[in-house]
């Protein structure tokens, strides 16, 4: 597995593991009869599970899993899966911290990244690199 794949995998992990901590805290609160959700945190519970946990996870996967044979230039690098493991994170983190306008623009950017870095190594069943 790629460096790059191991680490979109284990931020996955810590973001899954804050979420539902999030999640456990706010069902805490309303079955105690503190007035239901902790408004301010459900937003944060939702960016941490949605893009941190599930599209993190589906990006290290699939940059481990997307062949690589005879793919020359920018798909057989990890440069730009690295910017967008960067902007991601960022994106994930400008969101939680209530920059919301910055962190969608990361997110987005790395998203292009990430487009960029397994373009090449997308293709039909049989088909060489040439």
Do not use: Y
């Amino acid at each position: 597995m790629p460096r790059v794949s191991v680490w979109f995998v284990r931020s996955s992990l810590v973001c899954l593991l804050l979420g539902f901590t999030l999640g456990a805290v706010m069902l805490a609160v309303k079955g105690t009869g503190g007035g239901g959700v902790i408004p301010w945190l459900l937003p944060i519970h939702i960016e941490l599970l949605l893009v941190g946990w599930m599209l993190q996870l589906a990006m290290g996967v699939a940059q481990w899993i997307l062949p690589r044979f005879g793919v020359q230039g920018v798909g057989r690098e990890d440069g730009a899966a690295w910017i967008a493991f960067a902007l991601l994170n960022l994106g994930v983190v400008l969101v939680v911290c209530g920059v919301v306008l910055a962190g969608r623009a990361a997110e987005v950017v790395a998203a292009a990244a990430f487009v960029v870095s397994v373009w090449a190594r997308v293709r039909a069943s049989g088909l060489s690199a040439k």
